[in-house]
T-cell receptor
């Protein structure tokens, strides 16, 4: 089974702090994603990466950055946390089966961040 | 802006009842996924449908992809308390782009 592991399940940070959210997948997937999930707004894509050191902005990248130094690891960074970044953060990975791209996502358990 | 409208948003039913959840869009999808999410956890993939008109069954769950690949439905027969959770549909347009519905929160009472 695919395993996507997020380093922290629950975090509480103060406004202005730097926050790192780590994600590791063990299935050699090419693609990795960071989403945030908020009630009534659904899942929104922050950033994604299709290869090591490659990153692309999603729909809501403002206030976030990412790092992918190794294929299995994708980090989300909040340079200066703000209260409106309180949310559930979900990491996901996906793969290409030959030339078939189904778009199936494999999610981690989520990291619930509260910014005070 | 591409949208995927999911309904109903909330459903509370008795054990043994049947239910259907709908997802509709004006966009054509190359595939569509259904996920189930429990409180405090990440979504778990249930099924992917790819071909227009396709029907897939997973025990008591039946998934259908519309002929035009713009809509989908999830039907649960004889719901059980273990079916309780948040059901998400997600339309994939290719190029790493997935559009999520807002979710249907299902509560099945014993």
């Amino acid at each position: 089974d695919v395993k996507v592991t997020q380093s922290s399940r629950y975090l509480v940070k103060r406004t202005g702090e730097k926050v790192f959210l780590e994600c590791v997948q063990d299935m050699d997937h090419e693609n990795m994603f960071w989403y945030r999930q908020d009630p009534g707004l659904g899942l929104r894509l922050i950033y994604f990466s299709y290869d090591v050191k490659m990153k692309e902005k999603g729909d809501i990248p403002e206030g976030y950055s990412v790092s992918r130094e190794k294929k299995e690891r994708f980090s989300l960074i909040l340079e200066s946390a703000s209260t409106n970044q309180t949310s559930m953060y979900l990491c996901a990975s996906s793969f290409l089966a030959g030339e078939i791209d189904t778009g199936e996502l494999f999610f981690g358990e989520g990291s619930r961040l509260t910014v005070l | 802006t591409q949208l995927l409208e999911q309904s109903p948003q909330f459903l509370s039913i008795q054990e043994g009842e049947n239910l259907t959840v709908y997802c509709n869009s004006s966009s054509v999808f190359s595939s569509l996924q259904w996920y189930r999410q429990e409180p405090g956890e990440g979504p778990v993939l249930l099924v992917t449908v790819v071909t227009g008109g396709e029907v897939k069954k997973l025990k008591r769950l039946t998934f259908q992809f519309g002929d035009a690949r713009k809509d989908s439905s999830l039907h649960i027969t004889a719901a059980q308390p273990g079916d309780t959770g948040l059901y998400l549909c997600a339309g994939y347009t290719g190029g790493f782009k997935t559009i999520f519905g807002a979710g249907t929160r299902l509560f099945v009472k014993a």
